[in-house]
């Protein structure tokens, strides 16, 4: 049994599906990231409050 | 049968990732994202990087989702426009309500990540520029007025001021004369663009100043505005922002600009089209590095000030 190769809008919508998904990671990273700066300053008030003022 | 074996629809036109990308205009990102770079690290306090990245980024968003919204309500325009034929909307890779969601999606995204990252002054300035940029100047200048490129200057100056506000909570002095820096190079920027894809406005009927008063007051305009830019990068030196290499780039930059604002002014249409305008070619290209440079020297002075080179600064 042989697969018939990908139509080209195949490729065309896993390279859309692929930038979302690098898009999404990103997204959890930065907001991981976010939040480990936030706490390691000791500053999760602000965190909650997006405020740069230590306590 | 199995789905491979079902004909595909004629799906020609189907996005790729990069028309997504392309509906946030990258080129003028680059501009956004490096003004915003500079307000931050100018700023006289210092951000955690890794929230100083989150704030560009955020902002660069901000920037690309005002983009997107924009060419959703131009798409009629740009399809007239030969500079922007091959934008996404215009050749039908990518439909103006995934352009709609994607820009008012990206813009409340920004708008609240910059919030929770920085402060929600940087955020409420944010999101006034992306309404600045949608409903003030596209809107409503951008068909109204030839003072369209002037006014809707200002939704492109505020990034220095978004950066600055993320460390500093605030709006100061420095941060309105980058505003102001920006603002005021808009006008000759975008004027001396006008002068050479003429056809392309009238086409399009958008009153651009070579359309309602012609291209002769374009030319004066041009001068009148690179003479204001000239001032304020002279006013910028009394701030905090006049290290050495300020002072210096500034000088040089501002002569070149006026210089050729003054060759843009003395020719005559006939000494245009003889060669393919190229004076005001020359002069939209200069414009470009003026700017660059410019907030370039601001941050060389920013860096050496922080390790202590420019101590008396």
Known sequence: MSFRPDHEIHKRRFGRNLGIGLVLTTLVALIFGMTVVKITEGNITSAIAGNQSSD | ???????????????????????????????????????????????????????????????????????????????????????PIPSGKVTPDEAKIIGFALSGFSIVMLGLATNFYAAALLAFTIFFYIAIYTVWLKRATPQNIVIGGAAGAFPPMIGWAAVTGTVSFESVLMFALVFMWTPPHFWALALFTRTDYDNAEVPMLTVTHGRKSTRQHIVVYTVLLAVLGGATMLSSLNGPIYIVSAVLLNTRFMFGAVKIWRRNEEDSEWDNFLVERQFFRFSLFYLFALFSAILADSILSRVGVWGWV
């Open chain 2, 1 to 87: 049968m199995t789905d491979a074996s079902v004909p595909l629809p004629a799906l020609e036109s189907e996005a790729e990732f990069k028309d997504f990308i392309a509906l946030l205009k990258p080129r003028v990102m680059v501009l956004v994202v490096f003004t915003a770079f500079v307000g931050l690290m100018a700023a006289p306090a210092q951000l955690h990087p890794f929230l100083a990245l989150v704030a560009i980024l955020c902002i660069a968003t901000g920037g690309g989702a005002a983009g997107a919204l924009n060419m959703w309500w131009d798409a009629d325009i740009d399809k007239i426009m030969k500079r922007t034929q091959k934008r």
